[in-house]
């Protein structure tokens, strides 16, 4: 079996096991025994481009109780940064390289793709924007992430993308995650979640179910061992409306998560939303695709409004 065929069936095998919580601590408890290398450093004079309001061991503590460890902001100028750099650039809607536009020309995009765009993303968002690097190469979330998951941990995928408020179906909204599912990204992971645009209500504010992250028995019948997309209704049945938390903030807000537990994203109907997401995984499947794109813009630039 060649190279990739054997990533992808490793991929397969995990997601089949992975969903089982004895599994996945084992797994973790193992990675922690571990001798970890150094923590990524920053140039000399270069401050962490991320704030934590609490210290590691109560971040490591929320995150095992409770699988979210909202105390995370990324520092006001690479808010700024950040945002400059996505206003000036193309992104991409739906992840088609071929579908291109300006934040600005959204909705002669939306006329020349004729259907709402709901999500776009920026492909290696931190090989052209220094703030987002510096995001990545954060010595907070990179110590978060270890001591989560053990010395192994590993990002490998480091994403920036929009969402705007717009009519988009049910089949749409669903496949850009915005109803309540678990990840099976590998057998432990953590992922980081940073607001590049203030969001309240209506805003495309982020969802998590606490405590759902090491699910029973009883709880995995119920979704009958598959990849499941819930309504808000049969989340507040299954584990009451006070374990359902929205995270809503300024422009900078960020949190981590252990996304094997029920969590949504709520599609926006007033702004639209900027967000980064990093991801940490003890394996790297090597699904993301890194090789060069032939990308085209819907608009041409020159039509974009001043």
Same mark, same amino acid.
Request: hydrophobic content about 40%.
């Given at each position: 079996?060649?190279? !990739?065929?054997? #990533?992808?069936?490793?991929?397969?095998?995990? #997601?089949?096991?992975?969903?089982?919580?004895?599994?996945?601590?084992?797994?973790?408890?193992?990675?922690?025994?571990?001798?970890? !290398?150094?923590?990524?450093?920053l !140039?000399?004079?270069v401050?962490?481009?991320?704030?934590?309001?609490?210290?590691?061991?109560?971040?490591?503590?929320?995150?095992?109780?409770?699988?979210?460890?909202?105390?995370?902001?990324?520092?006001?100028?690479?808010?700024?940064a950040?945002?400059?750099?996505?206003?000036?650039? !193309?992104?991409?809607?739906?992840?088609n390289?071929?579908?291109?536009?300006?934040?600005?020309?959204?909705q002669?995009?939306?006329?020349?793709?004729?259907?709402?765009?709901?999500?776009?993303?920026?492909?290696?968002?931190?090989?052209?924007?220094?703030?987002?690097?510096?995001?990545?190469?954060?010595?907070?979330?990179?110590?978060?992430?270890?001591?989560?998951?053990?010395?192994?941990a #590993?990002?490998?995928?480091?994403?920036?993308?929009?969402t705007?408020?717009?009519?988009?179906?049910?089949?749409?909204?669903?496949?850009?995650?915005?109803?309540?599912?678990?990840?099976?990204?590998?057998?432990?992971?953590?992922?980081?979640?940073?607001?590049?645009?203030?969001?309240?209500?209506?805003?495309g504010?982020? $969802?998590?179910v606490?405590?759902?992250?090491?699910?029973?028995?009883?709880q995995l019948?119920?979704?009958?061992?598959?990849?499941?997309?819930?309504?808000?209704?049969?989340?507040?049945?299954?584990?009451?409306?006070?374990?359902?938390?929205?995270? $809503?903030?300024?422009?900078?807000?960020?949190?981590?998560e252990?996304?094997?537990?029920?969590?949504?994203? #709520?599609?926006?109907?007033?702004?639209?939303?900027?967000?980064i997401?990093?991801?940490?995984?003890?394996?790297?499947?090597?699904?993301?695709?890194?090789?060069?794109?032939?990308?085209?813009l819907?608009?041409?630039?020159?039509?974009?409004?001043?």
């Open positions: 079996m060649s190279g !990739p065929l054997l #990533q992808r069936a490793r991929y397969e095998l995990m #997601q089949r096991i992975a969903r089982f919580s004895g599994v996945r601590r084992a797994t973790m408890a193992r990675a922690r025994r571990q001798s970890a !290398p150094p923590l990524p450093a !140039p000399q004079g401050p962490d481009p991320v704030h934590a309001d609490a210290d590691l061991v109560t971040m490591l503590a929320e995150l095992q109780a409770d699988g979210l460890a909202p105390r995370l902001a990324l520092r006001p100028q690479v808010v700024d950040v945002l400059d750099w996505a206003a000036r650039m !193309p992104c991409y809607a739906y992840e390289p071929a579908h291109g536009f300006l934040p600005g020309q959204r002669a995009a939306e006329r020349a793709l004729g259907k709402p765009i709901l999500k776009a993303v920026y492909f290696e968002p931190e090989q052209g924007c220094p703030a987002m690097r510096a995001v990545c190469d954060s010595p907070t979330v990179h110590a978060i992430a270890r001591a989560y998951l053990g010395a192994g #590993q990002l490998v995928s480091r994403q920036l993308w929009w705007f408020p717009t009519q988009a179906d049910e089949k749409t909204r669903k496949k850009a995650a915005h109803f309540f599912h678990r990840d099976i990204d590998d057998w432990a992971f953590v992922k980081f979640f940073f607001y590049v645009t203030p969001v309240q209500r209506g805003d504010s982020h $969802h998590f606490l405590r759902s992250h090491r699910p029973g028995w009883k019948t119920v979704e009958h061992l598959q990849k499941t997309r819930w309504t808000d209704a049969q989340i507040a049945r299954g584990y009451g409306a006070e374990a359902m938390r929205e995270l $809503h903030g300024p422009a900078g807000l960020g949190f981590a252990d996304t094997f537990g029920l969590h949504k994203a #709520q599609s926006p109907s007033v702004h639209p939303r900027l967000l997401s990093l991801v940490f995984q003890l394996h790297d499947y090597q699904l993301e695709d890194h090789g060069p794109r032939e990308t085209r819907l608009v041409p630039a020159e039509r974009v409004a001043a």
